[in-house]
């Protein structure tokens, strides 16, 4: 901090020629397998066979080694940019020309900056992990190759999101992503429910993407008036859009592009998608840019606000922010490796990375900060509430992905750029870990992801539950692991903010009061993810009834597919019963209740599961222990050796978000932590913040470990082993009202159906009503009209036209009837008719003339 | 009076007119075609005078050439044509071949 | 209405036209044309002038027979005749090269095909009786409307003529004339040929296909 006097300068751009090999390799991976990945799978591995075979493993070969590819040239990048001096690194990388309209000129251009180049580690090196995760965990299934070629699909989506170097690249990259987020979340889409989800985040995210092409288009908009012709800037003084568009002095390639746009300080002023010019237009306020673009309003309302705000709806259906986030749980329905790399570490993370990519719009207007940090907190704090209660294991961390988004965003939306792009990182690690974690937990417990059924597993799964700790740990807040870094300077950063507004009111309270929203979330956070843990971990294991029978019924292989059927409907039956149970009982016999409202999620997800377990395990006989009569047990080694590295990764990369203070206190050094420095260059837009003493900076670090403490001791008191049940029980009888609330996750959905759907179907229905019976109604009595005028029109056709008619026809065909007389069919007859005809004509000719 | 090009082009038109009478007039549908081969070479005729009096030069005679080119085929479809309707009616009269009436 | 009437009248109308057209040409066109006509220099007759007449009679009489004789035979001999002698005209002409392929290709071709024909569709007995009455009136009529316009056109239209050049070799040059500037033509050509040559065959086989 503190360099707020820095000239800014135009970005120094590097040229590279390898760039577009990184997501090249994905998609190569991703066509080969979409191309050949069945073929191989039948060719190579026995086609009955759901086990892994020759095939999957070619299959798997495809994918990881893609990855690993696009890793390691990421990596090589990575060490070329870091050979760079600091403002220069800025790697670009130009395909080929996507289109040319007069002055604008779009090219498929790739460009690594320190901010991408973090993104794109993160998204290479733990897709790397979590395509090997995928291996154990995707063993047993039937479309293997179809799994493979969609996650490569999705990362290079992500890459182009990541690495586009303008709008245009980059919104490829946006729709991809959600393409794939889509077919992998309705991967098992025979399911209904799972098909339903994919769908539901597919619509949310349309509602979060229109408000993002309306903020780009307000942007450009916005900007084509700053582009146009000011006196001794541009170079044409009168700006005809038609003329420009079909002159043949427009540029026709983008040399010509280059050299018409005129220069100033260096910086090219004229139509651009390209993010690097874009900033130095903004930079650098000799183009007057910045200056036109902060002087427009529109209807009286900040043009760059409302550019800020409308880009934050984009992010707020990909990164699921309230309102837009109730897709993210329901995406838990994919397989869990999915949740970890697309619905934790990278796509949801992409709102997160555009707003950080254009932190120099951002910074412009403290209204649209305001907005996007408030909307963070309050995210923040609403998932964290909901994820207290949660019996499913992917929709708690699903929940915790929500909540810890809005940490995220708290940062950008602060100005703590670099600490809102850290706590992606970190997020990406320890998200990642404590999905993978679960993903083992659920293979191990036979795809039971009711955390009441689990318990004990530590015995079972030792490598699995220690990673899940770290985890845990890090995402708690305890400084030895790397979450504390990164939420701790979010919050610090937030409470020291007084530059924030809203709606053009400035706010100096909301920076103190994000503060205090964001630690509450952190205790929940703490709080939640050890409920989980413990109710996981610890204890005796309560599943295995139900899935004893399961697998014995698999055994059977002949009639695998009803047991399977028999097992499902009592399965629903019960949850049936259950769910209904409170509502009978009253408050009464609540408590007596030991599991009170089994939601139906959460039944809907045990059939399901059961299904695919049910199908494939039975010509496979040798999946683990998982048919030795139900106990869990821990998953092979691609799993655990993913899971070892992330939770290291968990842990080591506190190193890169050592405090200030610390160094300041430790080591007498006064160097910013690393990824801030790394990040220094690219997040430029300086936002003054408060100083607090270095007094209050450790009650405020201290204050953040106690609030990690409080959660911690909370969730162990009444989760520990399952001891304390009961208390629990009698706190939820206590506070029903609120516990059913936030364990029906504020009524979201329900609210969502009742304002979005139910009118949308009332308005459907009204027009259907409308249309069936105005619409109808008037067409019938058009219809009935006519018909008399038919009527009548006809008797008319039939007695006087027709008689016309065929009175003129049968003279005709008597006069035809004659003349046919003439028709000889005789080549000779017509060639005397010819040539007579031409002696006439030569006759007239001559008569005439 | 010198050989010029009226001479030609009398002989030419007398070979039109000739070949234009026996295309009219013959019922044999091999005759009709030679007919049809006399007219052409009133024409080629035409275009050989033409070209030696008038232009100069081989144009003429190429075109000439052409017609060659395709009186052959004209010959060698409309033998063809003759025989299939020899085939068809049993015999080459064009009076009775007259199923375009129909 | 009768055939046989509508026949006769289509006849007499027909030889109404001719009669008038005739009469109408030759007052209003063929008589002041030639009352305006260049009187010809006389000059003397050499022995190719006699060739030419003799060979230009062989043509006419050729023709003639194609058209007047009553046996196929005899026309297809007249035919001959009548293509000898254009090849013959020719060579007057300076069309070394045309001559040749009408010989080669006319005389050695068709009239081998048109021989070819007659022998295959032999029926010479039906065809001796080729000509009816009403069909060599018509070919009379359409002899006189059509004749006497031709070769008014040709004697009495002042042709821009220009001194002959000699008779030289013309193969060079039409072949490289037809590989440059008749080389589309040319091309065109040949793909006739090749369409006609499938087509002769495709059409000449449902004779065995039918037995």
Request: aromatic share 12%; charged share 10%; glycine share 10%.
């Amino acid at each position: 901090m503190g360099h707020e006097s820095t000239q800014l300068v135009p970005v120094v751009v590097t040229h590279a020629t390898w760039l577009w090999l990184i997501p090249l390799f994905p998609l190569v991976g991703a066509t080969l397998n979409a191309l050949f990945g069945w073929k191989l799978q039948g060719i190579f591995g026995e086609p009955k066979s759901m086990k892994g075979g020759r095939g999957k493993q070619l299959v798997h070969f495809i994918a990881v080694g893609a990855m690993m590819a696009s890793f390691a040239v990421a990596a090589w990048s990575f060490v070329q940019l870091k050979g760079l001096p600091a403002e220069e690194r800025f790697l670009q990388q130009t395909l080929w020309n996507m289109f040319t309209a007069g002055r604008l000129s779009v090219d498929l251009a790739f460009s690594l900056d320190q901010l991408s180049m973090l993104m794109v580690l993160v998204i290479t090196g733990i897709g790397t992990l979590i395509h090997i995760f995928s291996i154990g965990y995707m063993a047993e299934e039937p479309a293997y190759w179809r799994f493979f070629c969609y996650l490569n699909l999705f990362v290079f989506a992500m890459l182009l999101l990541v690495m586009g170097d303008n709008f245009a690249v980059m919104f490829f990259g946006w729709e991809g992503v959600g393409l794939a987020s889509y077919l992998l979340i309705a991967f098992w889409y025979t399911d209904p429910e799972k098909a339903a989800a994919g769908m539901k985040a597919f619509v949310v995210n349309r509602f979060g993407d229109f408000g993002f092409i309306i903020g780009l288009m307000l942007l450009f908009w916005g900007l084509g008036g700053a582009w146009q012709a000011r006196p001794g800037v541009l170079r044409n003084l009168d700006y005809v859009p038609s003329v420009e568009m079909n002159s043949n002095a427009g540029a026709s390639t983008a040399a010509e592009s280059e050299a018409l746009a005129p220069r100033v300080h260096g910086v090219k002023v004229g139509p651009t998608m390209n993010f690097r010019e874009l900033r130095d237009q903004v930079v650098i306020e000799a183009t007057g840019v910045k200056e036109h673009l902060a002087g427009t309003t529109v209807w009286g309302v900040s043009l760059l606000t409302l550019i800020g705000m409308l880009l934050f709806v984009g992010a707020m259906g990909k990164s699921a922010q309230i309102p837009l986030f109730v897709w993210l749980p329901d995406a838990m329905a994919g397989p869990t490796p999915v949740s970890a790399l697309i619905h934790a570490a990278t796509m949801v993370t992409a709102g997160v990375y555009m707003v950080a990519r254009l932190n120099f719009l951002f910074v412009m207007s403290p209204s649209a900060m305001g907005w996007v940090a408030l909307i963070g907190a309050l995210t923040a704090i609403f998932a964290a509430t909901i994820g207290f209660f949660q019996y499913d294991i992917k929709k708690v961390l699903a929940y915790s992905t929500v909540s810890q988004l809005g940490f995220m965003f708290i940062g950008v939306g602060t100005g703590a750029y670099w600490a809102g792009i850290y706590h992606l990182m970190t997020h990406a690690f320890f998200k990642a870990t404590l999905f993978l974690g679960s993903g083992s937990v659920i293979l191990g417990c036979h795809h039971e992801q009711d955390m009441r059924k689990m318990g004990g597993l530590k015995k079972h799964m030792p490598i699995t539950r220690w990673t899940y700790l770290i985890a845990t740990i890090a995402i708690a807040g305890f400084p030895i692991a790397n979450g504390f870094y990164s939420k701790d300077e979010i919050l610090w950063k937030a409470f020291t903010s007084r530059h924030l507004a809203l709606f053009g009111y400035p706010t100096p309270w909301l920076g103190p009061a994000i503060y205090v929203l964001g630690l509450i979330a952190a205790t929940g956070t703490s709080f939640y993810m050890y409920r989980s843990y413990y109710m996981t971990f610890t204890g005796e294991y309560r599943g295995g009834d139900g899935h004893h029978g399961d697998a014995h019924a698999a055994h059977a292989a002949t009639a695998h597919a009803d047991a399977h059927g028999a097992h499902a409907a009592p399965a629903a039956a019960a949850a049936h019963a259950v769910h209904a149970a409170p509502a009978d009982h009253g408050h009464g016999g609540h408590a007596a209740h030991p599991a009170p409202a089994a939601h139906g999620h959460d039944a809907h997800g045990h059939g399901a599961h059961a299904a695919p377990a049910a199908a494939t395990a039975a010509p496979a006989d040798d999946h683990g222990g998982g048919h030795h009569g139900g106990t869990p047990h821990e998953s092979p080694w691609q799993i655990t050796l993913v899971l070892a590295i992330l939770a290291a990764g968990s842990v080591l990369t506190l190193f890169l978000g050592i405090p200030i203070l610390w160094q300041h206190t430790f080591a007498h050094a006064n160097t910013p932590p690393l990824i801030e420095h790394w990040l220094e260059p690219v997040l430029l837009a300086k936002v003054a913040f408060g100083h607090g003493t270095v007094a209050m900076e450790w009650v405020f670090q201290g204050l953040g470990v106690l609030a990690a403490t409080v959660g911690f001791v909370a969730a162990r008191a009444v989760y520990k082993d399952n001891k304390n049940e009961a208390a629990l029980l009698a706190m939820i009888g206590r506070w029903k009202g609120v516990w059913t609330v936030v364990y029906n996750k504020y009524y979201v959905d329900e609210l969502y159906e009742r304002i979005v759907l139910r009118p949308a179907a009332a308005v459907a229905r009204s027009f259907s009503w409308f249309d069936g019976k105005i619409l109808d109604g008037l067409v019938h009595a058009v219809a009935g009209v006519t018909k008399v005028f038919a009527n009548f029109d006809g008797a008319i056709d039939k007695y006087v036209v027709d008689g016309a008619v065929n009175g003129v026809a049968s003279v005709i065909s008597w006069g035809g009837g004659s003349l046919r007389l003439l028709q000889t069919g005789r080549i000779q007859t017509y060639l005397y008719g010819a040539l007579g005809g031409a002696l006439v004509v030569v006759l007239v000719n001559f008569l005439i003339s | 009076m010198q050989i010029s090009l009226p001479h030609f082009l009398i002989v030419g038109a007398l070979l039109f007119c000739f070949g234009l009478v026996t295309v009219t007039t013959r019922r044999n549908a091999v005759g009709v075609l030679m007919g049809v081969e006399l007219i052409l070479n009133g024409a080629n005729i035409n275009f050989a005078a033409f070209n030696h009096y008038v232009v100069g030069g081989v144009s003429g005679q190429v075109f000439a050439l052409f017609v060659i080119v395709l009186a052959a085929a004209e010959a060698a479809v409309g033998l063809a044509i003759v025989l299939a309707v020899f085939q068809t009616f049993k015999t080459i009269d064009v009076r009775y071949a007259d199923l375009m009436r129909e | 209405m009768t055939q046989s009437t509508g026949k006769i009248i289509g006849w007499i109308l027909g030889t109404a036209l001719a009669i008038g057209f005739v009469v109408v040409m030759g007052q209003l066109a063929i008589v002041p044309a030639m009352k305006a006509m260049p009187p010809g220099e006389a000059s003397a007759t050499g022995l190719v002038d006699v060739l030419f007449y003799v060979i230009a009679g062989l043509t006419i009489a050729g023709a003639a027979g194609v058209a007047l004789s009553h046996n196929i035979l005899y026309s297809a001999i007249g035919l001959l005749g009548a293509l000898l002698g254009a090849g013959a005209l020719y060579v007057f002409l300076a069309a070394d090269f045309l001559a040749v392929a009408q010989l080669l290709i006319y005389i050695g071709g068709v009239l081998v095909l048109v021989l070819f024909a007659v022998m295959l569709t032999n029926r010479i007995s039906e065809i001796t009786v080729s000509n009816a009455s009403l069909g060599l009136w018509g070919g009379a009529m359409l002899f006189i409307a059509v004749a006497p316009v031709l070769l008014a056109v040709a004697l009495v239209t002042p042709w821009e003529t220009i001194t002959p050049a000699a008779a030289a070799y013309t193969t060079e040059t039409i072949g490289d004339s037809l590989l440059t500037r008749w080389l589309l033509p040319f091309e065109v050509a040949s793909m006739v040929l090749l369409a006609s040559l499938v087509g002769a065959i495709v059409i000449a086989r449902k004779e065995i296909k039918a037995d």
